[in-house]
């Protein structure tokens, strides 16, 4: 074993420092190894900084107010395209007019259905009628005190028996068809009771009784008061009573469907709602009387559209009625074509009732349908590029460039190309090296010339996703609805599954995407 000599120096008190020599022993000792870094731990250690740096920067971004990117996949969709028209409704409907004047009380309501010579409505003409309305009220009250104390012995006691039957069965058949959701029986209730009751009042006058033959006198001459002073509307034929009108229900009927210009399907008309409980004039409507539930919808159509119609077709139509949009199932009934439009009537038995107060309607059909790359309307942006002459530009293996001519000198420009068709080619403006009023050289060689940038081209787009900038891509549009557009996937820089941006009102083209 080897030994070394070690000096040590050793201080003791009281003296100067010594040096003292004495042999340690040393053995040899392996070379130790040099320790390298773990694959693993460097992975995570880089792993554990990138995910340090994204949550620095994430709450850097929340706290400074940062957008959120809102991002959709493209897909392939379709859509419907509606086409919107101006049209003409006619229908076959009369108007009762009151010859009279006064207040009307009326025995349905609107949209109820009426029977032909129904007594519709009762207008009474001033004071008179409605003071001998309640003397004659009075007088049957009191007959009716006096007969009932005799009843008994009345000849006419079946035949009163019988009234009071009927009322009570008209009561209970109505009472179990408003069960049952129809409450037109309400007013067939009213009148089939007056009726009995009104037999039953007249049996006990006419019955010969000497308590009764002073107001039986009494009530025939208020009887006579009111009818000069009342006057009974009846429905001349059955249908639906509509409390409105506009003037025009004679000039369009279905017999006049062919004299229908295009101004009468465009013009707007005045509607005058009637009350039920406002007096009405001498001379002036009271109610309307719509005979059948088959109506028209009479309408110019371009004939770029209606050239693939056919009489007999089936349509969908759209309207919005009271703030409300109501949808019809129509066939064609009629063509007549011209040089510009054709005149189409549509017919239908449908929903009549949502369009009882209608004339004139704009209304939409959809006949168009359009399939393609379906974007949101939201993601959609336009850009302007410079168009430039497409035998400007060269092609090599750097890509695409121009040469830009600058008081006499000649510079090679780098351009990046948009989209491009056979005359020109569209691409971005920048404003550092090509712009419009730069002049550019079209040809090579002593045949070239000089060419001076002044159009410009707008193009739609989207702003993608696909990397770490929002980068735009322009899409050839096919159709477009509120909602959506449909693009051509094969006139389009923009593909199938591409990542697009939907709130680009809040992002512009070379934003940061995290």
Same mark, same amino acid.
């Given at each position: 074993m080897a030994k070394r000599k070690k000096n040590r120096s050793v201080k003791v008190k009281g003296s100067k420092v010594r040096s003292v020599s004495y042999a340690e022993e040393r053995?040899?000792?392996?070379?130790? $190894? $040099?320790?390298?870094?773990?694959p693993i731990n460097v992975l995570t250690v880089v792993l554990f900084a990138i995910i340090m740096i994204y949550l620095v920067k994430y709450a850097f971004d929340f706290a400074t107010g940062s957008t959120t990117v809102a991002?959709? =996949?493209?897909?392939?969709? !379709?859509?419907?395209?509606? &086409?919107?028209f101006n049209g003409l409704i006619v229908?076959?409907? #009369?108007?009762?007019?009151?010859?009279?004047?006064?207040?009307?009380?009326?025995n349905y309501g609107e949209g109820d259905k009426v029977k032909k010579n129904a007594l519709v409505c009762t207008v009474r003409e001033g004071e008179t009628a409605d003071n001998a309305e309640d003397r004659l009220r009075t007088i049957d009250e009191s007959i009716i005190e006096t007969q009932k104390n005799r009843v008994d012995i009345s000849k006419y006691k079946d035949d009163i028996t019988k009234a009071e039957n009927s009322i009570l069965s008209s009561v209970e058949s109505a009472q179990a068809g408003i069960s049952a959701g129809s409450y037109n029986d309400v007013y067939t209730m009213r009148n089939a009771v007056q009726t009995q009751m009104d037999i039953r009042t007249d049996i006990w006058i006419n019955e010969n009784s000497e308590s009764s033959d002073s107001l039986a006198s009494q009530r025939r001459t208020y009887q006579t008061q009111i009818s000069k002073n009342t006057e009974n509307l009846t429905a001349a034929d059955s249908g639906i009573l509509?409390?409105?009108?506009?003037? &025009?229900?004679?000039k369009f009927t279905p017999d006049t469907l062919e004299t229908v210009t295009k101004k009468d399907t465009t013009t707007s008309y005045d509607i005058t709602y009637l009350s039920k409980t !406002?007096?009405?004039?001498?001379?002036?409507?009271?109610?309307?009387?719509?005979?059948? &539930? =088959?109506?028209y919808i009479c309408a110019y159509i371009d004939n770029t559209i209606a050239s693939e119609w056919e009489i007999g077709d089936t349509k969908t139509i759209r309207a919005v009625v009271n703030k409300t949009e109501k949808a019809v199932d129509v066939t064609i009934d009629s063509m007549t074509a011209g040089e510009t439009e054709t005149c189409v009537v549509f017919k *239908?038995?449908?929903?009549?009732?949502?369009?009882?107060?209608?004339?004139?309607?704009?209304?939409?059909?959809?006949?168009?349908?359009?399939?393609?790359l379906k974007i949101p309307n939201s993601a959609i942006v336009e850009k302007t590029f410079i168009k430039i002459p497409a035998s400007c530009v060269m092609e090599s293996l750097n890509g695409y460039s121009v040469v830009k001519r600058t008081d006499g000198k000649d510079d090679l420009i780098n351009v990046e190309i948009e989209s491009q068709d056979e005359e020109f080619a569209y691409i971005r403006q920048d404003f550092e090296n090509l712009?419009?009023?730069?002049?550019?050289?079209?040809? =090579?060689?002593?045949?070239a010339s000089e060419y001076k940038l002044s159009e410009v081209s707008t193009k739609v787009g989207v702003l993608t996703a696909n990397g770490a900038y929002a980068k735009f891509a322009s899409i050839s549009v096919l159709g477009q609805n509120s909602q959506y557009t449909i693009a051509d996937a094969a006139e389009s820089s923009?593909?199938? #599954?591409?990542?697009?941006? *939907? &709130? !680009?009102?809040?992002? !512009?083209?070379g934003d940061e995407i995290y």
């Amino acid at each position: 074993m080897a030994k070394r000599k070690k000096n040590r120096s050793v201080k003791v008190k009281g003296s100067k420092v010594r040096s003292v020599s004495y042999a340690e022993e040393r053995s040899p000792s392996p070379k130790k $190894k $040099k320790r390298r870094g773990s694959p693993i731990n460097v992975l995570t250690v880089v792993l554990f900084a990138i995910i340090m740096i994204y949550l620095v920067k994430y709450a850097f971004d929340f706290a400074t107010g940062s957008t959120t990117v809102a991002i959709e =996949t493209v897909d392939y969709g !379709t859509i419907d395209i509606p &086409n919107a028209f101006n049209g003409l409704i006619v229908r076959d409907e #009369y108007v009762e007019t009151s010859e009279s004047g006064g207040e009307p009380t009326f025995n349905y309501g609107e949209g109820d259905k009426v029977k032909k010579n129904a007594l519709v409505c009762t207008v009474r003409e001033g004071e008179t009628a409605d003071n001998a309305e309640d003397r004659l009220r009075t007088i049957d009250e009191s007959i009716i005190e006096t007969q009932k104390n005799r009843v008994d012995i009345s000849k006419y006691k079946d035949d009163i028996t019988k009234a009071e039957n009927s009322i009570l069965s008209s009561v209970e058949s109505a009472q179990a068809g408003i069960s049952a959701g129809s409450y037109n029986d309400v007013y067939t209730m009213r009148n089939a009771v007056q009726t009995q009751m009104d037999i039953r009042t007249d049996i006990w006058i006419n019955e010969n009784s000497e308590s009764s033959d002073s107001l039986a006198s009494q009530r025939r001459t208020y009887q006579t008061q009111i009818s000069k002073n009342t006057e009974n509307l009846t429905a001349a034929d059955s249908g639906i009573l509509v409390l409105s009108c506009d003037g &025009n229900e004679e000039k369009f009927t279905p017999d006049t469907l062919e004299t229908v210009t295009k101004k009468d399907t465009t013009t707007s008309y005045d509607i005058t709602y009637l009350s039920k409980t !406002t007096a009405v004039e001498k001379g002036s409507p009271a109610f309307k009387i719509v005979r059948s &539930n =088959t109506w028209y919808i009479c309408a110019y159509i371009d004939n770029t559209i209606a050239s693939e119609w056919e009489i007999g077709d089936t349509k969908t139509i759209r309207a919005v009625v009271n703030k409300t949009e109501k949808a019809v199932d129509v066939t064609i009934d009629s063509m007549t074509a011209g040089e510009t439009e054709t005149c189409v009537v549509f017919k *239908t038995n449908s929903n009549v009732q949502d369009f009882l107060s209608e004339r004139s309607i704009e209304f939409y059909i959809t006949d168009s349908s359009y399939e393609g790359l379906k974007i949101p309307n939201s993601a959609i942006v336009e850009k302007t590029f410079i168009k430039i002459p497409a035998s400007c530009v060269m092609e090599s293996l750097n890509g695409y460039s121009v040469v830009k001519r600058t008081d006499g000198k000649d510079d090679l420009i780098n351009v990046e190309i948009e989209s491009q068709d056979e005359e020109f080619a569209y691409i971005r403006q920048d404003f550092e090296n090509l712009k419009i009023g730069d002049v550019i050289l079209n040809g =090579t060689g002593e045949n070239a010339s000089e060419y001076k940038l002044s159009e410009v081209s707008t193009k739609v787009g989207v702003l993608t996703a696909n990397g770490a900038y929002a980068k735009f891509a322009s899409i050839s549009v096919l159709g477009q609805n509120s909602q959506y557009t449909i693009a051509d996937a094969a006139e389009s820089s923009l593909k199938a #599954y591409d990542k697009i941006i *939907t &709130n !680009t009102s809040e992002i !512009t083209e070379g934003d940061e995407i995290y």
